[in-house]
């Protein structure tokens, strides 16, 4: 059992940046590659980036490349977004999730999701 829960979403103006965190529980995250998804209001929930297990392997939503920034730290049980070059159209619920195998980009291959963590970017 996993439990996560996001923080470091709020209002920014475009071209700012915000790090958002998740914080997990339990002793086995370490064992699990990670994901942070967003939902805009009357959207579907989309893949933003994605991080293996070790950190070795990053994937990217194509929009947010060079923008997005994912990390983690096993150590300390987090994992991170770092968001700069922010746009009106990046305002989404953030959610960080947690999946042991499976397609990254596929929110039905994640296990455990957090509550997720408000973005408003305006222009």
């Known amino acids: 059992q996993v439990q996560l829960v996001e923080s470091g979403g709020g209002l920014v103006q475009a071209g700012g940046s915000l790090k958002l965190s998740c914080a997990a529980s339990?002793?086995?995250?370490?064992?699990?590659?990670m994901g942070w998804f967003r939902q805009a209001p009357g959207k579907e929930r989309e893949f933003v980036a994605g991080?293996?297990?070790?950190?070795?392997?990053?994937y990217y939503k194509d929009s947010v490349k060079g923008r997005f920034t994912i990390s983690r730290d096993n150590a300390k049980n987090l994992v991170y977004l770092q968001m700069s070059g922010l746009r009106p159209e990046d305002t989404a619920a953030y959610y960080c999730?947690?999946?042991?195998?499976?397609?990254?980009?596929?929110?039905?291959?994640?296990?455990?999701w957090g509550q997720g963590t408000q973005v408003t970017v305006s222009s």
């Open positions: 999730a947690a999946r042991l195998f499976g397609d990254p980009k596929s929110t039905g291959e994640y296990d455990y």
């Open positions: 339990g002793r086995t995250f370490s064992r699990y590659n």
């Open positions: 991080i293996s297990q070790n950190g070795g392997v990053k």
